[in-house]
């Protein structure tokens, strides 16, 4: 089996003896991902490859990918020991042929940057909601077993109060702001998931993700808990553009793939589950003043607040998102890491 880093493989391992998952109803399928080579999608590819091969599943994993030749280099490990994962060019708003059986749909093709959604708001907008109508419609010409959104904690808008929120209190965007865009995209995918579920009968579901991150993060990732990172390793301030008062939730990666397939398998049609790890419910600047304190090589370095009219445009206005994951843990799904294994387990300099 290939080798990934030692971190990374003792995380493939543990998902692999993930005994609430259940792999057997993997066994001789197919299942397409969208998004492979990002964060998410690249440990998710890799948690089925790993799996299947443990699990002599006979298992077929197909990345829909702009790049093949990318997508090879990305994979060149797993597809040197000849596991079973092969490309189909394009994108997600105008699909290829997909040649014989898909099983599975696994969704997770989308921008990420704030700076896109500003600069891009309609190209946002199409790649979510005509990608996704285009996937769901496969699906049901595939009579799919499963179909997973992915989706994000940012359909929950505006919540100032800080009382858990399940998957049904959501609170309030305003779809006139350019950076909502992002949000009210996704609230419209979860809906054409629902949709289908409802009219066609498709097992579709969304799985609303807290921000993802450990091992596989990008060096350049421009994110601000990639930042935040950045800065205590080399010994500079950490400098906020907005007063970092926000909350949220985080989650890991392979915590991420093992709620996504969790989900895949048992969850119910139609429905949406949060992905968090509770615990890690904190604001910006807590988090910043964490990193600070813990990750610099030396000393602490400081967290000081920007914050500009300017600045404060290209963020979501300030909110609470306590979420609770009780609709994903009912299916038996369990996290591992905290947000300091998280960071320590993200290897970025």
């Keep these: 089996m290939w080798i990934e880093t030692p971190v990374f493989q003792e995380d493939l391992e543990s998902i692999a003896q993930a005994d609430y998952i259940p792999w057997e109803q993997l066994r001789g399928k197919t299942c397409l991902i969208t998004g492979a080579t990002g964060l998410i999608g690249y440990t998710l590819t890799s948690a089925l490859l790993y799996a299947g091969w443990k699990k002599q599943l006979d298992l077929t994993v197909v990345a829909l990918v702009r790049n093949v030749e990318k997508a090879k280099q990305k994979f060149a490990a797993q597809l040197s020991q000849g596991l079973p994962l092969r490309f189909v060019q394009g994108d997600v708003e105008q699909l290829p042929e997909m040649e014989g059986p898909v099983d599975y749909v696994i969704h997770g093709a989308s921008p990420t940057a704030s700076r896109f959604f500003v600069e891009h708001p309609v190209e946002t907008i199409h790649t979510a909601v005509l990608g ?69 009968g498709l097992r579709a579901m969304s799985v609303r993700l807290a921000q993802t991150f450990g091992p596989g993060v990008d060096e350049n990732d421009n994110r601000a808990f990639a930042e935040f990172m950045r800065c205590a390793r080399q010994g500079r301030d950490i400098v906020l553009q907005t007063p970092g008062d926000s909350k949220q939730p985080y989650i890991y990666t392979m915590d991420a793939a093992s709620a996504i397939l969790t989900v895949l ?85």
């Design 265 to 349: 398998l048992k969850g119910e049609k139609g429905r949406a589950y949060n992905a968090v790890n509770s615990g890690t419910y904190c604001s910006i600047a807590e988090m910043a003043q964490l990193v600070a304190e813990r990750f610099s090589p030396e000393q602490p370095v400081r967290v000081k607040i920007a914050a500009s009219e300017e600045s404060m445009k290209k963020y979501p206005p300030k909110r609470c998102w306590n979420l609770s994951a009780d609709a994903l843990t009912a299916l038996g799904w369990r996290h591992q890491k905290g947000l300091v294994q998280m960071y320590e387990r993200m290897g970025i300099r």
């Design 132 to 200: 996704t109508m285009a996937l769901l419609r496969l699906a049901r010409e595939k009579q799919c077993r499963g179909f997973v959104y992915l989706s994000s904690m940012e359909v929950y808008g505006s919540v100032e109060e800080e009382t858990p929120l399940s998957e049904k209190d959501l609170g309030h965007l305003d779809p006139l702001a350019v950076r909502s865009c992002y949000p009210e995209s996704k609230r419209l995918c979860e809906a054409l998931c629902a949709a289908n579920a409802s009219e066609y």
